[in-house]
């Protein structure tokens, strides 16, 4: 099967009122050349799972200006000031969850487990609601997992069937959204022949992979900026 | 405000309380500057978004906006470090494998429970790993100034602002003071400024006892 496909073709996937599971730890690690057709669009009523909403007009802060997004789920929106103002003007529903919380609920999600007791949040307003269990003495609540109807991850390099590599701390989330989403698409900086990555390098196998696309963006100085 | 030097009265003192290879996360703020008074200790950094082994800030045209740190920082690695993702990077924390956790607060009960996520009336949009580092680290150190920037101290007798969880720290440490948390409540274990223990207890809301203190001026 082939899983090169174009951006355009990629946005096809996305439904109205679809939940989005969204790699990225700020701006990095973000599939921003997948973020920048969402923006484009007209696609609405979409639910993002993202640690954050990326910065001011960044990332998926574009989304959250171009009003295609209903509600966010992540763990840390303070620094997004649009975030902020949209959730003030009841234009944003958010769904705030520990960071930890968030990234485990998203593994379960891709690990067939529905759900899992932690102690994280115990005792807090971030538990209000959420059954408490007592096991071997101590106290847990339970976090319900989460899945997607489509992963959108950034990894630095793909293989022809899929196989991911990614750049130092632009893993973050990336992995675990790749396995909770029933469609994943990985926008990547470049695609080598199924072999050339060294087994040992792969971190996400090809099995969670069902489409790649290219990132439009180049790295320069550091950060990624428009190619021209 | 509190002045530069006695946020680097801080940082040295929670300095010397960490062990030479201990596994250390750092939260935001005066904790960030510790890594400048180890005197020579290693420390392995934990950063939560996937980094065992944080090394210092890099020269301008070594930065990466793939490798940073929690705080969206540039950073480099430094020997002996790994990447992991950020499920991993919270097995790590949340399981105990963190030996000690520096973090800010906004207000620390006598007992060391915790609030440093969320102020009451404003919006509540952030949280982060905060709790998570609160419920799993094995080591709980608070590196704060004595009081808010209201004047209005930080160690209360009940927490007014929201819980960051049921666990508590261990230590407070401050510009004036160190205190120990027990069960039984506060101690004043050390004193770091020329305040007498009078003038401690006329800044804050809570009774501490004291047994043996270390005075340094």
């Known amino acids: 099967m082939e899983k090169l496909i174009n951006t355009s073709k990629a946005l096809d996937l996305i439904n109205n009122g679809d939940t989005l599971l969204v790699g990225g730890f700020g701006l990095s690690g973000t599939p921003l050349t997948m973020l920048d057709e969402i923006a484009n669009s007209e696609k609405h009523d979409l639910t993002v799972v993202s640690n954050n909403l990326g910065e001011t007009g960044k990332g998926l802060g574009k989304l959250l200006l171009s009003g295609n997004l209903k509600k966010a789920v992540g763990s840390y929106f303070t620094t997004n000031r649009d975030a902020v103002q949209a959730w003030s003007d009841g234009e944003l529903q958010i769904e705030l969850i520990p960071q930890g919380t968030l990234a485990e609920a998203v593994r379960c999600g891709g690990a067939g487990i529905g759900g899992f007791y932690t102690k994280t949040a115990v005792g807090t307003k971030l538990a209000e609601g959420k059954e408490e269990k007592v096991i071997d003495g101590k106290t847990y609540i339970l976090e319900k997992a989460i899945k997607g109807d489509i992963s959108l991850i950034k990894a630095l390099k793909a293989d022809t069937i899929g196989n991911l590599v990614y750049d130092h701390t632009a893993r973050n989330f990336n992995a675990v959204m790749a396995s909770a989403g029933k469609v994943v698409i990985a926008e990547v900086d470049e695609i080598v022949e199924a072999g050339e990555l060294h087994p040992l390098e792969i971190v996400t196998p090809h099995a969670y992979v069902d489409y790649i696309v290219l990132n439009k963006y180049v790295k320069k100085g550091g950060a990624y900026v428009e190619s021209v | ?217």
Not at chain 2, 64 to 90: C, E, H, Q, R, V
Not at chain 2, 128 to 149: E, Y
Request: charged share 25%; with cysteine; hydrophobic share 40%.
């Open chain 2, 1 to 217: 405000m509190l002045s530069q030097s006695e946020r680097i009265k801080i940082a040295k003192r929670v300095a010397e309380e960490l062990k030479e290879g201990q596994i250390v996360n750092l939260g935001v703020g005066i904790p960030t500057l510790i890594p400048d008074y180890l005197e020579g200790k290693k420390l392995f950094l934990q950063s939560e978004n996937g980094l065992l082994g944080m090394g210092p800030t890099p020269d301008k045209e070594n930065v990466n906006m793939d490798l940073i740190s929690a705080s969206k920082k540039p950073i480099t690695m430094d020997t002996g470090a790994s990447l992991f993702d950020s499920s991993d990077s919270f097995v790590m924390i949340r399981g105990g494998h963190v030996d000690v956790a520096i973090l800010g607060a906004l207000q620390v009960d006598r007992y060391g429970e915790i609030a440093n996520w969320a102020v009451p009336g404003k919006t509540i949009l952030g949280v982060g790993g905060a709790m998570d580092l609160v419920a799993g680290a094995k080591q709980i150190i608070i590196a704060s100034t004595l009081c808010a920037k209201d004047g209005k101290s930080k160690l209360v007798e009940k927490l007014h602002f929201p819980s960051s969880g049921k666990r508590r720290a261990d230590l407070l440490i401050t510009e004036h003071a160190v205190f120990k948390f027990t069960n039984e409540g506060t101690e004043l274990i050390e004193i770091l400024s020329d305040i007498s223990i009078e003038q401690l207890r006329d800044m804050i809301d809570v009774e501490f006892k004291y047994n043996d203190i270390k005075i340094i001026t």
